[in-house]
């Protein structure tokens, strides 16, 4: 008799973090100065269209100041200069705490020499060379050489190390202006894909029939605008609650609801805990007026370093959070907020880092909740259809 492995936990798709969070650079081989130049000469460089963070020790020649408060027993300290915010903390912080802290950047340069990362770096410095042969367990990812003044090739222990070591590019150490061309290249080149995802869950009680069934366009609203979504992503979703998926067409992918009873911030939350590593572009489908010239400036104008990007509402100049694009980074941002007891993914965005559009034509943000405003719509299409 064969016995069925338990699983006691459910399986879950896991963000590719690191020890800090994603996309984690190491700088390995050269000493603690070199590597902490090198890190503020690329953010010098980044800062503008990235964020960037810098993960170090506390050096013998660059003391921290002293706490009195810590000293004394505090916790946690907090203090604010000028727009800069400090947090002091009397413990160690582990891999899921550092995760949290750290999950608004888009890069984290390390200092090696006291941390692991993602990706490595290795600076080829002769006086560092004992050192970097005992860190070789530490070379699991290398994407780049840099050869500090005076060298003229990788250590040969160091390509032993490395199976592709040949397929590695390989820059002058003070030649920032190449170093930064790289990183610019690669932070590009993991922009998070994008998804599409259709909300079509709700009970339409103010309507009276399900909003998704509407025929505004010739075809079923919901798909309608799974076909608008696949202008821009061949992977497009129409989020439905369990019992409505029978009801969906074959032809397009349904993604139900996990996170149920909290509306389409339980939706979005669904999307990311099935694809937590892809971008959302989100819309809702009691959305008639929404168009192609819309959705292309939004997409245009996407900001993958903010939490999302989205566009101003007519509703008190507020965020739309049901025509937006939603980065990898807002889901953990969406579940902190859920764990303080809020579901209102507009609040999320109004106290988050987003990116806000003003909508190339207003009209097209306009939602349809009642039969009253099914008919202004009504007359609104058959209006451009005269014209």
């Known amino acids: 008799m064969t016995l069925k492995k338990h699983s006691k936990h459910t399986a879950l ?3 590719a973090y ?6 984690e650079w190491a700088f390995v081989g050269a000493p603690c100065g070199d590597i902490k130049r090198l890190a503020e000469g690329i953010i010098a460089e980044l800062y503008k269209v990235a964020k960037v963070a810098y993960v170090d020790a506390v050096h013998a020649d660059e003391p921290a100041p002293a706490s009195a408060r810590l000293a004394a027993g505090a916790y946690l300290e907090y203090t604010e200069l000028e727009g800069q915010q400090q947090f002091n903390y009397n413990g160690e912080l582990n891999a899921f ?14 200092n090696g020499n006291h941390h692991r990362g993602q990706k490595q770096v290795v600076i080829i410095d002769s006086k560092k060379k004992a050192s970097l042969q005992k860190r070789l367990d530490q070379l699991t990812d290398v994407r780049l050489f840099l050869l500090a003044d005076g060298e003229n090739d990788v250590f040969d222990f160091v390509k032993g ?3 592709d070591h040949a397929d590695i590019p390989v820059l002058k150490l003070n030649d920032i ?5 790289f990183f610019k290249a690669e932070w590009q080149r993991s922009r998070p894909e994008l998804y599409g995802l259709v909300l079509s869950g709700g009970k339409s009680t103010r309507m009276g029939e399900d909003k998704g069934s509407i025929n505004w366009h010739g075809k079923e609203q919901r798909y309608h605008m799974a076909d608008l979504l696949k202008n821009y992503t061949d992977k497009v979703f129409i989020s439905c609650r369990p019992d409505q998926q029978q009801d969906i067409d074959p032809q397009y992918h349904t993604l139900t609801d996990t996170f149920t009873g909290l509306g389409p911030f339980g939706a979005i939350l669904s999307a990311f ?3 937590p590593e892809k971008a959302w572009l989100v819309v809702a489908c009691d959305l008639p007026l929404l168009d192609r010239t819309t959705l292309d400036f939004l997409t245009a104008n996407r900001d993958t370093s903010a939490v999302a990007t989205a566009f101003q509402s007519s509703y008190q100049n507020f965020p739309e959070p049901l025509i937006t694009i939603w980065e990898p980074k807002s889901y953990a941002v969406l579940l902190s ?8 993914p507009r609040k999320v965005l109004i106290n988050s880092d987003t990116r806000v559009l003003q909508a190339p034509n207003q ?3 306009t939602n349809v909740n009642t039969p009253e405003e099914r008919e202004q719509i009504q007359a609104i299409l058959k209006n451009k259809t005269t014209a």
């Open 337 to 344: 907020f859920l764990a303080q007891g809020y579901s209102c």
């Open 18 to 23: 690191g020890n800090f969070g994603r996309k």
């Open 13 to 15: 798709i896991r963000p």
């Open 161 to 163: 190390a490395i199976a």
């Open 363 to 365: 009209q097209a943000l």
């Open 97 to 110: 705490q550092n995760r949290a802290l750290f999950n608004s950047t888009d890069l984290i340069l390390i």
């Open 273 to 275: 805990r099935e694809q």
């Open 177 to 181: 202006g190449l170093i930064t061309s």
